[in-house]
């Protein structure tokens, strides 16, 4: 099992910005992706970033150029940092870590984090 604890969302204007945390315990294997989702109410939940633990990264389109991954893999924290924010950058976030052992992948998420951008 893999428990994660997000922390950092909150209340900010429009270009400003926000740096997210993750915290993960419990089994997380080497071959591994950490990440951000998000999910505002009646629309399904979007990638927003991932990095795997090679170092692949992955943005969904909304957010390139404004917001950066990064993850401590010593310290199984996985980061977002939001710039340039913006009002429909409002929604629940939330943390995911897919994890595999020898062929089975397992899927863990975070209790999310409210962030609001106001304009």
């Known amino acids: 099992q893999v428990q994660l604890v997000e922390s950092g969302g909150g209340l900010v204007q429009a270009g400003g910005s926000l740096r997210l945390s993750c915290a993960a315990s419990?089994?997380?294997?080497?071959?591994?992706?950490m990440g951000w989702f998000r999910q505002v109410p009646g629309k399904q939940r979007e990638l927003v970033a991932t990095?795997?633990?090679?170092?692949?990264?992955n943005y969904g389109d909304s957010v390139k150029g404004r917001f950066t991954i990064s993850r401590d893999s010593s310290k199984n924290m996985v980061y977002l940092q939001m710039n340039s924010l913006k009002p429909e950058d409002t929604a629940v976030y939330f943390c995911?870590?897919?994890?595999?052992?020898?062929?089975?992948?397992?899927?863990?998420w975070g209790q999310g984090t409210q962030v609001t951008v106001s304009s």
């Open positions: 995911n870590v897919k994890t595999r052992q020898f062929a089975v992948w397992s899927d863990y």
């Open positions: 419990g089994r997380i294997f080497i071959d591994n992706v």
């Open positions: 990095q795997t633990s090679s170092g692949i990264v």
